[in-house]
């Protein structure tokens, strides 16, 4: 079990410049005021709440404030375990309500610090109906353009870790907190504890990133920066095609080149297919001045043969989706499906690197849903409204790599290939011998020279 940290504790690790917002007006709702044992009469309430705020410290399960967290000004909504389990009432939606009205009002994201057991039994279906008003909030300030960044703590469950943990745009955890909508008081006898922390849900897709509290500033500090930079010339297409000194390959041309480039079909199939050629990461590396990475596509599901984050590149903010040259899973196309709808709605480019011999085919995939993947990721790169440019890096196999690229704007290197499906699959489909692979490879015109011509692509970036 992780150290459980108070309110102030936790806003201390990310901040020394917290100003806490005033009190709402609806700080007396309808029954939650002191003297009436709140809206369902619960013996005993009001001395509970009196007690906690003695312990604590605080009026409330929840501590709203502005904070400038490394150079970058945010909303905190941090959670008081210690004030009645950090549960969800009736005042804690008022304090929230208020502290997301005025992210929307001053163009700010919002940073919640979840330590929550849940929503409020001595308050009922009052308590419980909250999480539809937080789940509104969270909409509103989706829907504004603003990011929002959770750091879950320990114990984060219930409702609580439903909305404001689960529902960010990016989610954090501290080392060994237990993390998951069952408490530990209602999961069944036979659960396994360790499916429920932090560390289990990063390997499930449902956090980005275990941090651990001395990192927890800057890395926080860093995700801010990159999804609040200024990006009010989003419309205009970012300089994404490498220089001389950025790619293993040196200029973008609009044309073919007499030199360097396959001489068959086939040929072009090897050199996609090399080990010895750059892969993702490198081309990233090189991009890149600074980057993090988006883990997980929020269904219980990873695919590490699909790379997506945002960096820093000329100063500014660009959102990366790039395959590594394996097989995607639908975990992978869900995963890109989430870094491009997010960037759109934050008005951040898009970069996507193709590379894969196609989408995973095997029993598993579809029984995770590959078709339904695939298909949401083609929606979402053709919903966004943010600029995307795609390079082809390697394999560019069926509607698999298809997924990726962004129509009308998509650029080759010379050592790939795009192709509707695969040489060997193409010819055995054609029920001609393996042999005639290479020979259907030609056929198919998959060239780099070859993509140019068709018009399927803008141009060759190579020596």
């Known amino acids: 079990m992780a150290d459980r940290l108070s309110a102030r504790q936790a806003v201390a690790l990310v901040t020394d410049d917290f100003t806490q917002l005033p009190e709402p007006g609806g700080e007396s709702a309808a029954g939650s005021a002191p003297g009436t044992d709140g809206p369902l009469g619960w013996q005993g309430y009001d001395d509970a709440r009196a ?17 400038r967290i490394e150079g970058t000004r945010a909303v905190l909504v941090s ?33 919640p610090l979840v330590a929550t057991g849940g929503s409020r039994m001595q308050e009922g279906m009052l308590a419980l109906t909250q999480l539809q008003r937080v789940a509104r909030q969270s909409a509103l300030v989706r829907a504004a353009g603003l990011a929002q960044i959770a750091v879950v703590r320990d114990p984060t469950a219930g409702g609580g870790w ?14 060994g907190a237990q ?7 209602v999961r069944p006898p036979d659960a396994d504890p360790a499916a429920y922390t932090a560390e ?39 300089r994404f095609l490498p220089s001389a000194d950025a790619l293993p390959y040196a200029n973008a041309r609009p044309g073919p080149s007499p ?13 996609a297919r090399a080990p010895e050629r750059p892969r993702a990461e490198r081309y990233l590396d090189a991009y890149f001045t600074e980057r993090v990475a988006l883990h997980g596509d929020r269904c219980g599901g990873r695919d590490d043969g699909m790379l997506c984050g945002f960096g820093t590149h000329d100063g500014r903010t660009v959102a990366y989706a790039a395959q590594t040259g394996t097989a995607t899973r639908p975990a992978g196309y869900r995963t890109a499906t989430r870094l491009v709808r997010l960037a759109d709605r934050l008005g951040i480019p898009v970069l996507t690197l193709v590379d894969t011999p196609g989408a995973a085919n095997d029993a598993e995939a ?28 390697g394999e560019g196999g069926s509607g698999g790599a298809l997924a990726l690229a962004a129509p009308g704007n998509t650029w080759v290197t010379p050592d790939s290939y795009f192709s509707v499906i695969a040489p060997e699959l193409a ?11 290479p020979a259907t490879a030609d056929q198919l015109r998959i060239r780099p020279q070859d993509l140019v011509e068709l018009g399927v692509v803008r141009g060759v970036v190579g020596p």
């Open 366 to 393: 579809e029984r995770q849903g590959v078709g339904a993947a695939i298909v949401g990721l083609f929606g979402a790169v053709a919903a966004a409204r943010t600029p995307l440019t795609t390079l082809v890096i």
């Open 179 to 185: 993390v998951g909508f069952a408490g530990s008081r």
């Open 162 to 175: 439903a909305t404001l943990g689960a529902g960010a745009d990016v989610v954090l955890a501290l080392p």
């Open 200 to 238: 289990a849900q990063v390997a499930a897709g449902a956090a980005d990133a275990v941090v651990r509290p001395g990192e927890l500033r800057a890395t926080l500090g860093r995700w801010l920066r990159l999804l609040t930079r200024p990006s009010a010339d989003a419309a205009a297409p970012p």
């Open 51 to 67: 007690r906690a705020a003695g312990r604590t410290g605080e009026r409330e399960s929840v501590v709203c404030g502005t904070a």
């Open 259 to 271: 030199t360097g480039l396959p001489a068959t079909g086939w040929e072009a199939v090897l050199r």
């Open 79 to 111: 959670f008081e375990f210690g004030y009645l389990g950090g549960s969800l009432g009736t005042r804690t939606g008022d304090r929230l309500e208020a502290a997301y009205a005025h992210a929307r009002e001053h163009r700010l994201p919002v940073v």
């Open 427 to 437: 010819a055995a489909i054609l029920k001609r011998p393996p042999d005639q692979a």
